[in-house]
């Protein structure tokens, strides 16, 4: 089935352009012309992915993706943010408020589509069967176990700055930290109080923050740069 996009956007030209493009690539794209209708389209269509501009009327981009936030059925929801405005401040401003991307008009349309296909290629390798097996945590367990010592005899964990500045919400730290501890969604949801859902949307939009595509990956990744809160390990 292919994957469920809502597309925002308050110029009827841009929003039929960039629905036709992306339907040519294979999603399925649900419009609005304004954040209410898009707060509407979103609650109707449960997407698995929302593009949205910043600058319209009545309520704003930014304004719509803070509803989402609020939301618990939205709060790791992948959010793509279309707007004219591409100084750095408005750049920091859309990620500050939880955007996964950000591309400023006039964009190439083939642009967008590599954008949404990355993202939501994330959001899927981070999905773990509900069904966790023991299998699975051990191996798991055995790869983290392999990069530390690794990283010990190279003297790398927690000293190599990370080439990036980044910005962990709590939750996400707290999904990290329980991932570098080798569990997988289904334990990360019970000790969070949370459903494997949001845990593997979390997970998805950790990949996306380190650039990297797999769990071990992202263990790896964390312990290179110290990204782990000491009081985990």
């Known amino acids: ?6 597309l925002v956007d308050d110029e009827p030209g841009l929003r039929e352009a960039v629905q036709a493009y992306l339907e040519d690539s294979g999603y399925t794209v649900h419009t609005a012309s304004n954040a209410r209708e898009g707060w509407d389209t979103v609650q109707r269509v449960m997407p698995d992915l929302v593009i949205t501009d910043i600058m319209m009327p009545q309520v704003s981009g930014l304004e719509f993706l803070k509803q989402l936030r609020d939301d618990p059925r939205f709060e790791t929801l992948p ?28 964009f190439d349309p083939d642009e967008l589509v590599a ?3 990355r993202i939501l290629k994330q959001r899927a390798a981070a999905k773990v069967s509900s069904g966790d097996s023991d299998a699975d945590i051990a191996e798991l367990s055995r790869q983290i176990a392999e990069i530390r010592a690794i990283l010990m005899q190279r003297g790398a964990i927690a000293q190599t700055p990370a080439p990036m500045k980044l910005d962990f919400t709590p939750r ?8 570098v501890d080798g569990l997988m969604n289904k334990e990360i949801a019970r000790r969070l109080d949370t459903s494997v859902r949001n845990v593997e949307k979390y997970v998805s939009r950790l990949f996306s923050k380190t650039g990297t595509n797999s769990r071990t990956e992202l263990v790896r990744f964390a312990l290179e740069h110290g990204l782990t809160t000491p009081a985990s390990h």
């Open 1 to 6: 089935m292919p994957e469920q996009l809502v």
């Open 79 to 106: 959010v793509i943010f279309l707007t004219a405005r591409g100084m750095t401040n408005d750049r920091i401003q859309g990620y500050d408020a939880g955007c996964d991307a950000y591309l400023p008009k006039p």
């Open 115 to 117: 954008i949404v296909t």
């Open 172 to 179: 996400e730290q707290s999904v990290l930290d329980l991932v």
